[in-house]
């Protein structure tokens, strides 16, 4: 599965494309921060976004299209900015008839650390350790949008696909009908998920 994930921004926007394999391995296809002139009036500093993920798309040519879910925030400037990138982000994915998830920050972090309150430094670790880079990518727009690829991945194609095959095999299910590692996994990303429920109003 190839994943395009977007940290939408209209100053800085975030944009990482990883494959991921079955058995969850990832592997970093590209990084990048699209940016935008404060300068420039807002239908073209759209449209700069909007080239550079035109670009992005027909380039790599991705099998899903994860976004960050946007949240109110008391900086109505942000909020509009990241709801206008991710309106443009949904058009141009729609128009190639690619399916697009949203995710909140708490579901990105429990996916990929394990903990749904963790913080960016914390993310963009394990992000660079996923992917066995020798360093955190920057800025940090771009290490989220490669937890957004990596988390949709995971969630959609990698160990809740495993899960649900291992389910359908009585001979990969332990005695006593307990849950195989695969859906513990799933299972534990789940419940870190839920419980972080009440922050992700304040999260960006």
């Known amino acids: 599965m190839r994943v395009i994930g977007i940290d939408p921004g209209l100053t ?11 058995n969850r391995r990832a592997v970093l296809v590209d990084v990048l921060t699209l940016r935008s002139s404060k300068d420039l009036p807002i239908e073209r500093r759209l449209a700069r976004i909007a ?15 994860a976004l960050e879910r946007v949240f109110a925030r008391s900086d109505v400037s942000t909020i509009m900015g990241t709801a206008q990138i991710s309106g443009v982000a949904m058009l141009i994915a729609a128009r ?39 360093a955190v990518p920057k800025p940090a727009d771009a290490a ?36 195989t590692p695969a859906q513990q996994a799933w299972l534990a990303a789940e419940r870190a998920a839920k419980l972080s429920g009440a922050a992700r109003t304040v999260e960006r």
Request: net charge neutral; with cysteine; charged share 25%.
């Open 51 to 65: 080239d550079g993920l035109e670009a992005v798309f027909e380039e790599h040519r991705p099998n899903a299209v």
């Open 12 to 22: 800085r926007c975030g944009v990482g494309v990883v494959d991921v394999q079955p």
């Open 144 to 179: 989220d949008a490669l937890a957004l690829a990596i988390c949709h991945a995971w969630r959609t194609g990698g160990v809740a696909a495993e899960a649900a095959r291992e389910a359908r095999m009585p001979r990969a299910t332990p005695a006593a009908g307990a849950p």
């Open 96 to 134: 190639r008839e690619l399916p697009v998830a949203l995710h909140t920050p708490s579901e990105v972090k429990a996916a990929i650390t394990g903990y749904g309150r963790a913080d960016k430094p914390q993310v963009g670790a394990m992000v660079a350790r996923i992917l066995g880079l020798d």
